[in-house]
Structure formats: C-alpha cells, structure tokens
C-alpha cells in the first residue's frame, strides 16, 4: 500500500479557513441574487401596473359597448428602454375582444385574494411570439349611463431589460466577492506564515545542533500553543542523554569487568603450557571462562534491561505460559543434567515486559543452588 505524503499544515488551515468563508460568500451570494431579482420584479411590475391603469383611465361605454382608443404614447412612456417592447390586449365585459393584440394569451387565471397593491391584478410570465414576457393581468371596473362592468386590461412587457439589469447586479456581486476571497485568502496565508515562524525557527534550532549536543532547547519566546512540544523535545532530550550514558557505562563496565578474567585466564594459559600435567591448571581456566560468560551474559542482560527501561510495550501475561516456555528452552540442560524435572504451574496473570518476565525466571532456574 503506497504511503501518503505528509500534509501541509499551511495549507490544511488555510483551507479549514477560507473554504468556510468561501461558501458563506457563495450562499451570500446567490441571496443576494435572489434579493435583486425580486426587487427589479417588483419596481417593474408596478410599472406594468401603472400603465394597465392608464390604459383603464381611457375606456369608455358608448351605448351598451365598451370602447377605448389607446395611443402608442400611453405605453411608450413605461417603457423602459429602446430594447423593451410593450403589448397589451383588453377584453370586455362578455369576453369579447376589445383592442390591442388579439393574439396575445388571454388570461385564464385566478386574481389573488391577498396582493401587495391596491388592484385587482395579477403578474405571472407567458411565452409570446417565441419569448417570454412578463403580464399584468388588471380587472378595472367601468361604469357608464347604459351599462356598467368589469374589464380585464392585460399589459405585457419583453425581458430584456429586467435580464439586463440583473446580470450587471450579479456580474458586480460577484465581482466584489472574489475580490473579497482573495483579500481572505491573502490575509489567512500572511497570518498563517507568521504564526508558522516559531516552528520553523525550531527546525532551524534543532538542525544546527551538533549531533552530541542533547541539551535542553531553550525557546523563551515560543508560543504557549507550542510550549508542550518544546516541553516534549526537552523530556526526549533527557531520555536521550540517560540511554546515552547508560551506554557509556555499560561500555566502561564491561571493558573493565572482562579485562581482570582475561588477564588471569592469559596467566593460567601460560602456567599450563610450561607444566605438562595441567589438569588442575585447565580446571581453572574452565571455571575461569565460566566466569567470563557469565559476566558476560549478565552485562549483555543489562544492557537489555536499560534498553527496554521505560518503554511502554507492557502487556497482559500468563505467568505458567512463560514458565512453560522457559522449560521448554532449558530442556536440553535438563536432559544433560539427567534431572528429574516436573513443572506444577498454575495460572497468574500481570503486566510486564515479556522478555525481562522469561529474562527472571530464566536466572532463577539456572542459578546454584546455594546461592537461594
């Protein structure tokens, strides 16, 4: 399984912190957005409305018919632009077509009860002449000497300028909001760096080091946020210098303990080859190198045991199984003893190191007798 690479911590908080922000302005945004829209419908359906009630204001009765003459220059005034174009249609009381567009859609709706403007008006979009328009569908009331009734003047006018508009509104929100994540971004990744100094002065510090030198840092100015790992530098320091000396005396030890039995096993040789019968010379000399080894296996069991020294690699063991299996190892002892050996175990669980466990009793099978 491929390792992964290690993870920018500047890049990781800068992205736990803009992106957050980021998605705040997106949201930010697209309300904004919706806000505008529903602000530029408003401002240009009472503008639709207005010019369905200037419309109303011209229709008259002329016996039992209703009758309207409409000039271009009642609607040229709403509109809002050369690009806008206006179209109405007004229908009377039985239905009939009035004047306007005939063809524009006739409405088949239903007024709404509750409306933010003092009319019987309704605003809805239709599809007309291949593109869709925004209508005000206004019920206006004349009354006359003959007859009296309700007619529906229906104001239609082309999106081109609400569309217009509020892409600009858009176009400049988003501008102002990438401008305004890229001044988040720039300050997050200055802020960042600067509170990244003291780690890497830290690096700085522990690079130039001698490789001897296992003194305590000294950081006075480091951050509190950062005082634990210089506190945890430190502790490693102190471990490091007490496994270091731990070495160095075991080294010491061991180079002085073996140099006296070297030294009398060197003199036995010599007083052995200048007397032939030297049985009782090479006797010594056995006991001699006995002694060497097993000096030699108590410092190599020292070392292990200032090795081991403060690790955390305890664990749950049975007592009888580590007994069993020290057995096991020291069978052939056994048989070369021709003992009569039997293990009465029973179990006993606790938590230790597994080799310092097997290390004790092992010594404690092996040792003399009269040394109990």
């Known amino acids: 399984m491929p390792l992964r690479a290690p993870q920018s911590l500047r890049r990781y908080l800068l992205a736990w912190i803009v992106a957050p922000i980021a998605l705040f302005v997106v949201v930010d945004t697209v309300s904004l957005y919706r806000g505008a829209l529903r602000s530029i419908n408003t401002a240009y359906d009472r503008s639709l409305l207005a010019s369905a009630r200037s419309i ?3 229709l008259q009765i002329e016996g039992d018919e209703l009758r309207v003459e409409v000039p271009y220059a009642a609607l040229e005034i709403f509109e809002a632009s050369n690009n806008s174009r206006m179209y109405y249609r007004i229908t009377g009381f039985g239905g009939e077509f009035v004047s306007g567009y005939e063809d524009l859609p006739a409405y088949r709706g239903r007024i709404p009860q509750k409306t933010a403007y003092p009319a019987l008006v309704d605003f809805y ?3 007309y002449r291949g593109e869709t328009v925004r209508m005000a569908a206004l019920y206006q009331p004349v009354a006359g000497e003959d007859a009296r009734g ?3 003047i229906q104001v239609a006018e082309t999106l081109e300028v609400r569309q217009t508009l509020a892409r600009e509104i858009l176009l400049d929100t988003l501008v ?3 401008m305004l994540i890229a001044v988040v971004t720039l300050v997050v990744w200055v802020v960042v760096a600067r509170a990244l100094v003291p780690v890497e002065t830290l690096r700085r510090q522990l690079l130039q080091r001698h490789a001897e030198d296992l003194s305590p840092l000294d950081a006075p100015r480091v951050p509190r946020e950062l005082q634990p790992m210089v506190t945890a530098l430190n502790t490693l320091m102190q471990r490091l210098q007490r496994l270091v000396g731990h070495q160095l005396r075991f080294v010491r030890d061991a180079s002085h303990q073996l140099r006296t039995p070297l030294a009398v096993l060197k003199t036995q040789v010599q007083n052995a080859l200048g007397d032939p019968p030297a049985r009782e010379t090479l006797l010594a000399m056995d006991a001699t190198v006995d002694r060497a080894i097993a000096l030699a296996n108590q410092m190599l069991a020292l070392a292990k045991v200032e090795q081991v020294h403060g690790q955390a690699l305890r664990e749950t063991l049975n007592l009888a199984d580590v007994a ?3 057995a096991v190892d020291l069978s052939p002892l056994i048989v070369d003893k021709n003992l009569d050996f039997e293990l009465d175990a029973h179990d006993a669980c606790l938590r230790g190191h597994p080799w310092m ?8 099978a ?3 007798a009269h040394s109990y």
């Open 366 to 368: 092996t040792a003399p």
């Open 150 to 152: 309700m007619a529906l």
């Open 176 to 178: 102002r909001q990438a």
């Open 125 to 127: 979009d239709v599809d």
């Open 357 to 364: 466990l097997r290390e004790l009793l092992e010594t404690v």
């Open 56 to 58: 109303g204001e011209l």
């Open 324 to 326: 069993r299996d020290v």
